[in-house]
Structures are given as structure tokens and as C-alpha cells.
């Protein structure tokens, strides 16, 4: 009974691993588009310059 059980916590746990990990690739490809749209898309500043579209 009890290996019975450590698979299918393995299991368990292995899903919620795989889970998390395709969310993270979903957030890190938004992050990314908005990365590249903010480059994109940034306004020229003073003298013509491009200026940075983050605050930091």
C-alpha cells in the first residue's frame, strides 16, 4: 500500500511541477512581447534622442 501511495504522489507532484512550469513559459513569453513592444513603440525625447520607456 504504501508504494502504491508514493506513486501516486509522484505523480501528483510531478503534474503540479509541469503545470507550473507551462504558466511560467506562458508569463515569459507575455513578458517578452511586452519587452519588445515597449522597445519598439518608445517616443524620442529632447535632441531627438530615444528615450527609455521604463522608469528605472
Do not use: E, N, Q
Given at each position: 500500500m504504501v508504494?502504491l501511495?508514493?506513486v ?5 507532484v510531478l503534474?503540479?511541477a ?8 506562458v ?8 519587452w519588445?513592444l ?6 524620442a525625447g529632447?535632441?531627438?534622442r530615444?528615450?527609455?520607456?521604463y522608469?528605472w
Open positions: 508504494p501511495l508514493l501516486l504522489l509522484l505523480a501528483v503534474f503540479g509541469g503545470f507550473a512550469l507551462k504558466a511560467l513559459w508569463v515569459a513569453v507575455i513578458v517578452l512581447v511586452l519588445a515597449g522597445f519598439i513603440m518608445r517616443s529632447a535632441g531627438g530615444r528615450g527609455r520607456w522608469r
